[in-house]
Structures are given as structure tokens and as C-alpha cells.
């Protein structure tokens, strides 16, 4: 399905929309872009969001489980309740091409056995509109590098993309067409011109991406060489271990889960589930004390094997979108494609 949507009447849509959840891209009070709700005066921009939309699908902190124990007499008993999260459909507009293949990334990661049903209830609640990048949102941005486009398509379930005083709106699938179908009127079929100036814009949108990391495949081919290598140590050298590159990254999923105790006469808890990160220290460490990765270096070789080895080697695909984030939030410079770029060119 393909239609044109003209820019004054998206807040129509938006308010149309009546039985879904709205989050859009929006300035919070700290000047900061981040994924928020809907208020009613909503318009979309071309924004990089500090935190990937991930945080709806897959949030920072989420409760699986809540148990109580209770006694009668001599005997205990331990009641455990499932706590599956809300069953609300939920839109998320103005996903970033590159955020809409994460969560495609993500499918791959959750669907496997033992299918995460917390993951899959809210994937499964939540459309996602992409909005194309017209520009780059990031001078940090190499999308193009790793398979990917700033009018890529996979992982949303519409692609917008801005005309000037009107979105082409591309349906994907049949979540997509159930929000185009919520407010019909709005829309008008795409005519041939539309289409003629949206294959402009998207190419016009790929020559302005400013970052590029040549032979991302050449580059999982050579990491497979340097897992002993002394490289990681030199590159590792600067690294405050502050996590903050996996935890803002679209496509990381690493998590924890933990008990916590909310009262002991009589005992009651949950069972918390919260984003964790490969570059922690103790992220490996086993109960024996061991751990397999005790210093830096092995923290950041893992976090680029997992990303440009491991998962190519599982899945075919690149764990990194290049939406550039952990570039520009790492404190110290540590540049995901200048790494890249030297284990390519390593001992060439
Ligand atoms: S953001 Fe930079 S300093 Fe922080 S853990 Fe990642 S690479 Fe290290
Ligand atoms: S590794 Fe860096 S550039 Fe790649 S998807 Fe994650 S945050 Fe973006």
C-alpha cells in the first residue's frame, strides 16, 4: 500500500489513532531527544533519539515474576505469580531506519529457544513507523557500511518518507495497514510523480552519510584471526568501562536477573529483569571467581566480536545498525569504525 499523507494532517493521524499507546521523538526538558507519549501537538523530525526505541520493546527494567511464601501451621507454602506486561497496542512513529533493523535484530536474538514471551508481547503490541533519513540524523551515522540504508525497510511496519509538505507513506505489513485504515480519509494514493521524487530523495539521503568503514565483511573474516591478538590491549588502553556505548546501542540485549526482596515476614519478592552490559567486569565473573574476561581488552574485543563475528557467523547479518551512538557518547573517543577500520588493515 503506498499513499501520500500531507505533513499538516499528521497530527490527525496521531490523534485518530485513539486505541493505540503514541510514542514520537521528542525534546525533554535537558534539551536531550529521547522516545516519549504522545501530548496531542505532535509533529516529527529527523532526530537521533539518545536512547534507541529499544527501550519500549525491550525496557531497562522489567518485572517477570513475583513470589510470596505463606505458612499454615508447619507447612510452607510458595505461591509464584507471572507478571506478562500490558497487552496495549502501541505505535512508535519516527523510527530511525537503523532502529527498525535493530528490533528485526532483535526478533532474531528473542525468537530463539526458549522464545522470551516478555519480548515477544510487546514486539508483537507495537507498530513501527519508520521515518527515512532525510538527513542523516548524525554526522556519526554509516548505515551504508554495514548492509543497511537510510530508507531501510526491515523491522517497521511503515516507511515514511518526508517529501516536503507531504510524507509517502510505504504500508509493510498488515499492522502498518490496519493504522493507515484508522484514518483513511487522511491519505491519497501515491501517484507516479511521488514515487519518481521519494527514489530522489533516498538517494540524494545516501551521498549525505559522512562516516564509512570499507569491507565490513573483510573485517568479520579478520577478526576471526585476532582473538589472541595484542591489539585489543592497545585499543582497549583508554576505556573508562562506563557500559555507556552497549547500553545507548540500538542492538545490544545483554541483560541480568536478580530476586529482590520487598519483606521477609513473610517473605515476598520479585524477579527483576534489567539491561546489563559486556563491559562490566562482573558481567562474566562466576561464582568461583574465575573470569573469563578480566580486563578490558577482552571486554571490548567481545563487544566487536559479538557484534561483527559472532552474530555474521549465526545469523549472516551485522549486530550494528551504524547508527554511530557509541561514537559519539563514548567519553574518551573510542571510534567504533577507527577500530574496525585498524583490525582490517592489521599486519597487512
Ligand atoms: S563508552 Fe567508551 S569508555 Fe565507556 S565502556 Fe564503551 S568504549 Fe569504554
Ligand atoms: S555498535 Fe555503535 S554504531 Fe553499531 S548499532 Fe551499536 S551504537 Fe550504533
Redesign the pocket.
Same mark, same amino acid.
Given at each position: 500500500m503506498e499513499k501520500t499523507l500531507a505533513k499538516k494532517d499528521f497530527p490527525q493521524w496521531v490523534k485518530k489513532l485513539t486505541s493505540w499507546k503514541i510514542y514520537l521523538p521528542k525534546k525533554d526538558a535537558g534539551g536531550r531527544w529521547n522516545y516519549a507519549e504522545a501530548d496531542g501537538e505532535d509533529v516529527l523530525e529527523t532526530r537521533q533519539a539518545t536512547l534507541p526505541p529499544k527501550t519500549i520493546l525491550f525496557p531497562q527494567n522489567e518485572i517477570l515474576l513475583e513470589f510470596s511464601k505463606s505458612r499454615k501451621g508447619n507447612a510452607e507454602t510458595l505461591e509464584v505469580k507471572e507478571v506478562l506486561p500490558p497487552a496495549e497496542p502501541t505505535v512508535v512513529f519516527g523510527v530511525r531506519p537503523c532502529e527498525a533493523k535493530a528490533a528485526w535484530l532483535l526478533d532474531e536474538v528473542f525468537a530463539s529457544e526458549p522464545r522470551d514471551i516478555y519480548y515477544w508481547m510487546r514486539r508483537e503490541n507495537t507498530t513501527l513507523v519508520g521515518l527515512a533519513c532525510t538527513p542523516p540524523p548524525s554526522d556519526n551515522c554509516f548505515c551504508t557500511s554495514v548492509e543497511g540504508s537510510p530508507h531501510a525497510e526491515e523491522g517497521s511496519d511503515i516507511l515514511l518518507t518526508d517529501l516536503g509538505d507531504k510524507y509517502y507513506v510505504r504500508s509493510l505489513t498488515a499492522k502498518g495497514e490496519a493504522l493507515i485504515n484508522a484514518a483513511k480519509g487522511l491519505f491519497e494514493e501515491a501517484k507516479p510523480e511521488d514515487r519518481k521524487k521519494v527514489k530522489a530523495v533516498h538517494t540524494e539521503s545516501e551521498k549525505k552519510i559522512q562516516r564509512e568503514l570499507k569491507g565490513a565483511r573483510a573485517v568479520s573474516e579478520k577478526l576471526k584471526t585476532m582473538f589472541d591478538s595484542p591489539f585489543w590491549d592497545e585499543e582497549?588502553m583508554?576505556? *573508562?568501562?562506563?557500559? @555507556?556505548? =552497549?547500553y545507548i546501542c540500538p542492538s545490544c540485549h545483554c541483560f541480568d536477573i536478580n530476586d529482590e526482596i520487598i519483606d521477609t515476614t513473610p517473605l515476598r519478592g520479585k524477579r527483576v529483569r534489567t539491561w546489563d =552490559?559486556c563491559?562490566f567486569p562482573d558481567f562474566t565473573m562466576h561464582s568461583s571467581g574465575h573470569n573469563p574476561r578480566p580486563d578490558?581488552a577482552s571486554? *571490548?574485543r567481545q563487544?566487536l566480536l559479538h557484534k561483527f563475528q559472532y552474530f555474521v557467523q549465526v545469523y549472516d547479518k551485522f549486530m550494528c545498525v551504524g547508527c554511530g551512538r557509541?561514537i559519539t557518547?563514548?567519553?574518551?573517543? @573510542?571510534d567504533i569504525i577507527k577500530v574496525l577500520e585498524k583490525v582490517r588493515d592489521h599486519g597487512a
Open positions: 582497549a583508554s576505556c *573508562l568501562r562506563c557500559g @555507556i556505548c =552497549t =552490559t563491559q578490558k571486554r *571490548l563487544r557509541c557518547m563514548c567519553p574518551v573517543g @573510542i
